[in-house]
């Protein structure tokens, strides 16, 4: 962009957006394209009894019909995947473990042909005992959802294994940080509380789609997926072929927010191809999709050691996360969910065991905020349990423990580019935080104030791969394997190239994810797009920059340290600043076209013992305050104003990140308020969008401000997909505690939590005074 | 499906009639859809065929006024109930309770005749419906007949309505002038959710004193519940000081509140109690501020 030009701000692919002409997934149609639909089981545990589709293999109009047996037999399939463990095989085999596992699957010539022959399908099950809250699946002698240690398998750098056969604990994550019992013992009080977080759907518009072709020895999938080249990894495994024999397409998404990071439905449609030798579409109902990935349920206990003049000494926090049925990304989310229990804190003495558990529900992976909302909503609750009991002034008191530059996190390495207490001092202002600010009364209507302020990691070790071809025309085509699926990846990386280069922003095209032409990009998720792919894009052009620089000046005849590139231009530094335009470089260098390669890596990994070492690249940083009333008399809540504030570094496109930032507050209010999968014994209830809860725009604050701490200078990105979510929850649920002095420790604040807690407190001020007046008067 | 669905596009109700009769109990009626699909997708139902409503005249979309009465014909929309001047003028309440469905994109389809044959417990109408009095017109082989709302609804999605009958119309008698009436919806979820509770309260006044009182509750059980006997405390008095809580006292112990994912047994009755009293202060106050 040109000195003084206006930075864009918006959506490159608006016009197609509103226009509604992105190419989805569901909008691909091949010739000869068959339907694909899937009997699920009805049981939460069972072993499959007999299992008979030979009716349904019959039905005109059908062609294919798969069982996990099916699957089992053929030497040319693996059965099994998942991203850590490959312990989810792709129909069921020998047993389901939930309500909802994919039995059979079926391809037709339609969506009613594919019903029918489901109806047609006989099975019989053997009900096992199951499993489905925490303490079910740790009790002695529980049944165990999977018998045998899970397989694992090729999978991320961080991730750390500690295994513990013979019972339902999938994984366990330690951090051992000083010495907790030291720090416990210093401590003037020690906290115990315990928060629990129920399980929810990410809730993407678009459901999981996926279109499968086996031709000529090649897999080929167009999918919803956020990590295109590890589904390449995992359906070659599947398919037992070499990754370049997999291609996988990735069209822009109608949102992700986790849902889409690791296989799920993929391999199912891509068996269905093979066997049904043509092209198959597999795409989920919504009460599919709610049995499809979940958010950990999880339950936190923080034992927590302060002076008496507020400064935290020592935390000890034991984090069981839900992971049902299979792994997901559970075994690596209870690192950031475990680690993630200390805080922004400057905590001495940090200890943390935290659990992946199987149960018997629905299978749980990434969501928006990835283990640090379940984390922050334990934490930064306690926070102002801790402020009230102390009196302290819950502003105060987190000033005092927040996170300082250079000072240490829970892992031991110390946070750098720390803005902890600025942010927490621009909510805090912008609601009119203060001291003295009591909780005031209308009739039955009181209204209060909460804080928070929370820290995020971004996944570390990661890789990012970008290619930029320069053309002769001097445009520029950026090709990554990063995802658009509505964060607006396209217009970041495109801003990010073109300013990089000095050319307009219409001259740039961001291709999408094709396995077979875009580079390895680890993942589009833990808010690194734009940080960690829009990072590769700069080096990519960095390097055609480069060739650029070097042939140019043989062109222009001087040294290479005499020209420079400005104005869409290799010129000499000095005026009259004789130049060519880019193409024309490109034109008389007779290459074509330059290509320029990145390769962005981040470096880091925790002790497997003591999770201590570098646990991330850099940290998201976000702070909140919320003003809520509630109404006595019902327990009814309503958020009337909102204050957040990110830590961006510099931002990179203005409308984008707001949107993200706000986007995030609905995700919140959402959980803080509503939303909660509801089970019983192992059969989900509301899996509608009538019976499951979503914020609606009403439910939103009339006032919603987000602030942007930027830093140009410094000029790091950080990422905020996911920042500003953690604190939501919590800075709600301490302004209800603030208006009514009810603490409900379970999301999500339901108003008939608030009424009873509002009973039981005016209960024991009863029996305080019945206590007090039966005291004899001395 | 196992079986094709057929779908009928009847141009006259007598047509309509004639369809399910045929199909002896085995077709649904459909009008603006917002159920019925719902239903259909969640295998809740499994009809034989589908009896569209949407090609018949008859007067099956007119708002009117007729002795006395506002007459909603079937096909009339949430929307339209809400926006009509007429209804607004004679009978604002029921506008007001209308514009409190969902949204207005659920509002713009669904219709009169829907939300009173789909008899959901959740819905908001049903309860305004009780306390106006109101009146289901219905056409079968046999002719049309009017069906009191009370003895109208009988249940969880249960109406006293034949299998091949079609409500045609729902009559609602013009209170009194001088009446006023508020729809109290209580929602415990998100601003979209159906009702935990919904409270109205319908009150008329002869100078300080009130003449007559009408309170229904609904979603709170089976089917929308009034109880005369506790309505008639307000009959005489001001609406003011102890009656008020005595009345919603009575409602909330009279009422067998149910459990669900919007509230608790116990919860219900708290909140009928203060959402019984909150509607009726609300008419007091209005009424004094004539």
């Given at each position: 962009?040109?000195?003084?030009?206006?930075?864009?701000?918006?959506?490159?692919?608006?016009?197609e957006?509103v226009?509604?002409?992105?190419?989805?997934?569901?909008?691909?149609?091949?010739?000869?394209?068959?339907?694909a639909?899937?009997?699920?089981s009805?049981?939460?545990?069972?072993?499959?009894?007999?299992l008979?589709?030979?009716?349904?293999?019959?039905?005109?109009?059908?062609y294919?019909?798969?069982?996990?047996?099916?699957?089992?037999e053929?030497?040319?399939i693996?059965?099994?995947?998942?991203?850590?463990?490959?312990?989810?095989?792709?129909?069921?085999i020998?047993?389901?473990?939930y309500?909802?596992?994919?039995?059979?699957?079926v391809?037709?010539?339609?969506?009613?042909?594919a019903?029918?022959?489901?109806?047609?399908?006989?099975?019989?099950?053997?009900?096992?005992?199951?499993?489905f809250?925490?303490?079910?699946?740790?009790a002695?002698?529980?049944?165990?959802?999977?018998?045998?240690p899970?397989?694992?398998?090729h999978?991320?750098a961080?991730?750390i294994?500690?295994g513990h056969?013979?019972?339902?604990?999938?994984?366990?994550?330690?951090?051992?940080?000083g010495?907790?019992e030291?720090g416990l013992?210093?401590?003037d009080?020690?906290?115990?509380?315990?928060f629990?977080?129920?399980p929810?759907q990410?809730?993407?518009?678009?459901?999981?789609c996926?279109v499968?072709?086996?031709?000529?020895?090649?897999?080929?999938?167009w999918?919803?997926?956020?990590i295109?080249?590890?589904?390449?990894?995992?359906?070659?495994?599947?398919f037992?072929?070499?990754?370049?024999?997999?291609?996988?397409?990735?069209?822009?998404?109608?949102g992700a927010?986790?849902?889409k990071?690791?296989?799920?439905i993929?391999p199912?449609?891509?068996?269905?191809?093979?066997?049904?030798?043509?092209?198959?579409?597999?795409?989920l109902?919504?009460?599919?999709?709610?049995?499809?990935?979940?958010k950990?349920g999880?339950?936190?206990?923080l034992?927590?050691?302060?002076?008496r003049?507020?400064?935290?000494?020592?935390?000890k926090?034991l984090?069981?996360?839900?992971?049902?049925?299979?792994?997901?990304?559970?075994?690596r989310l209870?690192?950031?969910g475990?680690?993630?229990?200390?805080?922004?804190?400057?905590?001495?003495?940090?200890?943390?065991d935290?659990?992946?558990?199987?149960?018997?529900?629905?299978p749980a992976?990434?969501?928006r905020?990835?283990?640090?909302?379940?984390?922050?909503?334990?934490?930064?609750?306690?926070?102002?349990?801790?402020?009230?009991?102390?009196?302290?002034d819950?502003?105060?008191f987190?000033?005092?423990?927040?996170?300082?530059?250079?000072?240490?996190?829970?892992t031991?390495e110390p946070?750098?580019?720390?803005?902890?207490?600025e942010l927490?001092t621009m909510?805090?202002k912008g609601?009119g935080?203060?001291?003295?600010?009591?909780?005031t009364?209308?009739?039955?209507?009181?209204?209060?104030?909460g804080?928070?302020?929370?820290?995020?990691?971004?996944?570390?070790?990661?890789?990012?791969i970008?290619?930029?071809?320069l053309?002769?025309?001097?445009?520029?085509?950026?090709?990554?394997?990063?995802?658009?699926?509505?964060q607006?990846?396209?217009?970041a990386?495109?801003?990010?190239?073109?300013?990089?280069?000095?050319?307009?922003?219409?001259?740039v095209?961001?291709?999408?994810?094709?396995?077979?032409?875009?580079?390895?990009?680890?993942?589009?998720?833990?808010?690194?797009?734009?940080?960690?792919?829009?990072?590769?894009?700069q080096?990519?052009?960095?390097?055609?920059?480069?060739q650029?620089?070097?042939?140019g000046?043989?062109?222009l005849?001087v040294?290479?340290?005499?020209?420079?590139?400005?104005?869409a231009?290799?010129?000499?530094?000095?005026?009259?600043?004789?130049?060519?335009?880019?193409?024309?470089?490109?034109?008389?260098?007779?290459?074509?076209a330059?290509?320029?390669?990145g390769?962005?890596?981040t470096?880091g990994n925790?002790?497997?013992?003591?999770?201590?070492?570098v646990?991330?690249?850099?940290?998201?940083?976000?702070?909140a305050?919320a003003?809520v009333?509630?109404?006595?008399e019902?327990?009814?809540?309503?958020?009337?104003?909102?204050?957040?504030?990110?830590?961006?570094?510099?931002?990179?496109?203005?409308?984008?990140?707001?949107l993200?930032?706000?986007?995030?507050?609905?995700?919140?209010?959402?959980?803080a308020?509503?939303?909660?999968?509801?089970f019983?014994?192992?059969?989900l209830?509301?899996?509608?969008?009538?019976?499951?809860?979503?914020?609606?725009?009403?439910?939103?604050?009339?006032?919603?401000?987000?602030?942007?701490?930027?830093?140009?200078e410094?000029?790091?990105?950080?990422?905020?997909g996911?920042?500003?979510?953690?604190?939501?929850m919590?800075?709600?649920?301490n302004?209800?505690?603030?208006?009514?002095g009810?603490?409900?420790?379970?999301?999500?604040?339901?108003?008939?939590?608030?009424?009873?807690?509002?009973r039981?407190?005016?209960?024991?001020d009863?029996a305080?005074?019945?206590?007090h007046?039966?005291e004899p008067?001395? | 499906?196992?079986?094709?669905l057929a779908?009928?596009?009847?141009?006259?109700?007598?047509?309509?009639v004639?369809?399910?009769?045929?199909?002896?109990?085995?077709?649904?009626?459909?009008?603006?859809?917002?159920?019925?699909?719902?239903?259909l997708?969640?295998?809740?139902?499994?009809?034989?065929?589908?009896?569209?409503l949407?090609?018949?005249?008859?007067?099956?979309r007119?708002?009117?006024?007729?002795?006395?009465?506002?007459?909603?014909?079937?096909?009339?929309?949430?929307?339209e109930?809400?926006?009509?001047a007429?209804?607004?003028?004679?009978?604002?309440?029921?506008?007001?309770?209308?514009?409190?469905v969902?949204n207005v994109?659920?509002?713009?389809?669904?219709?009169?005749?829907?939300v009173?044959?789909?008899?959901?417990?959740?819905?908001?109408?049903?309860?305004?419906?009780?306390?106006?009095?109101?009146?289901?017109?219905a056409?079968?082989?046999?002719?049309?007949r009017r069906?009191?709302?009370?003895?109208?609804?009988?249940?969880?999605?249960e109406?006293?309505?034949?299998?091949?009958?079609?409500?045609?119309?729902?009559?609602i008698p013009i209170?009194p002038?001088?009446?006023?009436?508020?729809?109290?919806k209580?929602?415990?979820?998100?601003?979209e959710?159906?009702?935990?509770?919904?409270?109205?309260?319908?009150?008329?006044?002869?100078?300080q004193r009130?003449?007559?009182?009408?309170?229904a509750?609904?979603?709170?059980s089976?089917?929308?519940?009034?109880?005369?006997?506790i309505?008639?405390?307000?009959?005489?008095?001001?609406l003011?000081g102890?009656?008020?809580?005595?009345?919603?006292?009575?409602?909330?112990?009279?009422i067998?509140?149910?459990?669900?994912?919007?509230?608790?047994?116990?919860?219900?009755?708290?909140?009928?109690?203060?959402?019984?009293r909150?509607?009726?202060?609300?008419?007091?106050?209005?009424a004094?501020?004539?």
């Amino acid at each position: 962009m040109s000195a003084g030009s206006v930075p864009f701000s918006g959506m490159i692919d608006a016009y197609e957006r509103v226009t509604g002409r992105i190419p989805y997934t569901i909008n691909i149609e091949l010739p000869g394209m068959a339907i694909a639909k899937v009997l699920r089981s009805t049981m939460a545990h069972a072993r499959i009894a007999r299992l008979d589709v030979s009716r349904a293999r019959q039905l005109p109009g059908v062609y294919a019909v798969l069982t996990g047996a099916d699957l089992l037999e053929r030497s040319d399939i693996y059965p099994y995947f998942g991203p850590v463990f490959r312990d989810r095989p792709i129909l069921a085999i020998g047993k389901v473990r939930y309500v909802g596992e994919p039995v059979v699957a079926v391809a037709a010539v339609d969506a009613d042909a594919a019903q029918e022959a489901l109806d047609l399908v006989d099975v019989d099950y053997d009900e096992l005992p199951a499993v489905f809250g925490i303490d079910d699946a740790l009790a002695p002698g529980a049944p165990l959802v999977h018998e045998e240690p899970p397989k694992a398998g090729h999978t991320f750098a961080d991730i750390i294994l500690h295994g513990h056969p013979g019972t339902n604990i999938c994984n366990q994550f330690k951090l051992r940080k000083g010495d907790i019992e030291r720090g416990l013992a210093e401590a003037d009080e020690v906290f115990e509380d315990t928060f629990y977080s129920p399980p929810l759907q990410q809730v993407p518009l678009e459901t999981h789609c996926c279109v499968a072709q086996v031709t000529d020895g090649r897999v080929t999938v167009w999918a919803t997926s956020q990590i295109p080249h590890m589904l390449r990894g995992n359906l070659a495994e599947v398919f037992k072929l070499p990754t370049s024999r997999v291609r996988v397409i990735v069209p822009t998404l109608g949102g992700a927010y986790g849902a889409k990071c690791y296989p799920a439905i993929e391999p199912i449609a891509a068996v269905l191809a093979l066997s049904a030798k043509r092209p198959v579409k597999f795409h989920l109902t919504r009460d599919e999709e709610f049995v499809t990935v979940t958010k950990h349920g999880g339950r936190i206990t923080l034992t927590t050691g302060v002076t008496r003049d507020g400064r935290i000494v020592a935390r000890k926090s034991l984090c069981h996360f839900n992971t049902g049925a299979y792994a997901d990304i559970g075994p690596r989310l209870i690192k950031n969910g475990g680690y993630g229990t200390a805080g922004p804190h400057n905590i001495p003495h940090v200890w943390v065991d935290s659990f992946a558990i199987y149960t018997n529900i629905p299978p749980a992976g990434a969501f928006r905020g990835y283990g640090i909302n379940q984390a922050a909503w334990a934490y930064e609750s306690q926070m102002d349990v801790i402020a009230e009991r102390l009196g302290l002034d819950p502003y105060e008191f987190r000033m005092k423990n927040l996170l300082t530059e250079g000072q240490t996190f829970a892992t031991g390495e110390p946070v750098e580019d720390c803005h902890f207490r600025e942010l927490l001092t621009m909510v805090a202002k912008g609601i009119g935080w203060d001291a003295t600010t009591r909780r005031t009364r209308q009739g039955p209507i009181v209204r209060g104030k909460g804080l928070s302020c929370t820290i995020k990691s971004t996944v570390t070790p990661s890789t990012s791969i970008a290619v930029v071809n320069l053309n002769d025309s001097g445009s520029l085509n950026v090709l990554t394997s990063s995802v658009e699926m509505g964060q607006g990846q396209k217009t970041a990386h495109a801003i990010l190239a073109a300013e990089r280069l000095g050319i307009s922003l219409d001259k740039v095209v961001v291709v999408s994810p094709d396995t077979d032409a875009t580079p390895y990009d680890q993942q589009s998720s833990s808010s690194r797009t734009t940080y960690a792919g829009g990072a590769a894009v700069q080096l990519a052009v960095d390097d055609v920059r480069a060739q650029l620089v070097r042939i140019g000046s043989g062109l222009l005849g001087v040294p290479e340290d005499a020209v420079e590139i400005a104005d869409a231009r290799v010129r000499t530094k000095a005026p009259p600043h004789r130049g060519l335009e880019l193409g024309e470089v490109v034109r008389k260098s007779r290459s074509g076209a330059l290509v320029g390669r990145g390769t962005f890596q981040t470096k880091g990994n925790l002790d497997p013992e003591t999770g201590q070492g570098v646990a991330s690249a850099h940290w998201n940083q976000a702070a909140a305050a919320a003003e809520v009333e509630v109404d006595l008399e019902t327990g009814k809540v309503r958020l009337l104003r909102y204050h957040g504030a990110s830590y961006p570094g510099r931002v990179v496109n203005r409308v984008q990140a707001e949107l993200q930032l706000e986007g995030n507050v609905g995700f919140g209010v959402s959980q803080a308020l509503f939303e909660e999968m509801v089970f019983d014994g192992g059969q989900l209830q509301n899996a509608t969008l009538a019976d499951y809860m979503l914020t609606s725009t009403e439910d939103m604050p009339r006032e919603l401000v987000v602030h942007i701490l930027e830093n140009r200078e410094r000029g790091d990105i950080h990422g905020i997909g996911e920042t500003s979510l953690p604190p939501v929850m919590a800075a709600i649920g301490n302004a209800v505690f603030h208006a009514t002095g009810v603490r409900v420790k379970d999301l999500p604040i339901t108003p008939e939590k608030v009424l009873r807690g509002l009973r039981e407190r005016d209960a024991a001020d009863q029996a305080e005074r019945n206590a007090h007046a039966a005291e004899p008067v001395r | 499906m196992p079986e094709s669905l057929a779908f009928h596009e009847p141009t006259s109700v007598a047509d309509a009639v004639g369809l399910l009769a045929r199909y002896g109990g085995e077709a649904k009626v459909v009008a603006g859809s917002t159920a019925v699909t719902i239903m259909l997708r969640n295998r809740l139902i499994a009809p034989r065929a589908l009896v569209s409503l949407g090609r018949i005249q008859d007067g099956l979309r007119s708002i009117r006024e007729e002795d006395g009465a506002l007459v909603l014909g079937a096909l009339v929309t949430h929307r339209e109930v809400e926006m009509s001047a007429l209804v607004r003028e004679r009978i604002p309440v029921l506008a007001e309770t209308f514009g409190t469905v969902a949204n207005v994109r659920v509002r713009n389809v669904a219709t009169v005749g829907g939300v009173v044959a789909e008899a959901d417990y959740a819905s908001d109408p049903p309860a305004v419906l009780l306390a106006l009095d109101a009146q289901i017109e219905a056409r079968g082989p046999s002719g049309e007949r009017r069906i009191p709302v009370a003895d109208f609804f009988r249940g969880f999605y249960e109406t006293a309505l034949e299998a091949d009958e079609v409500v045609t119309a729902v009559r609602i008698p013009i209170p009194p002038a001088g009446t006023r009436g508020s729809y109290e919806k209580f929602v415990t979820r998100s601003s979209e959710d159906r009702p935990c509770v919904g409270v109205v309260a319908l009150a008329r006044f002869d100078g300080q004193r009130c003449a007559d009182l009408r309170v229904a509750v609904g979603a709170a059980s089976e089917t929308p519940r009034r109880h005369p006997e506790i309505e008639q405390l307000g009959r005489g008095t001001t609406l003011r000081g102890d009656v008020v809580p005595t009345i919603a006292a009575g409602y909330a112990s009279a009422i067998d509140a149910l459990d669900d994912m919007r509230g608790s047994s116990w919860y219900r009755r708290r909140v009928i109690e203060v959402w019984v009293r909150r509607a009726i202060e609300r008419v007091a106050s209005a009424a004094s501020q004539r």
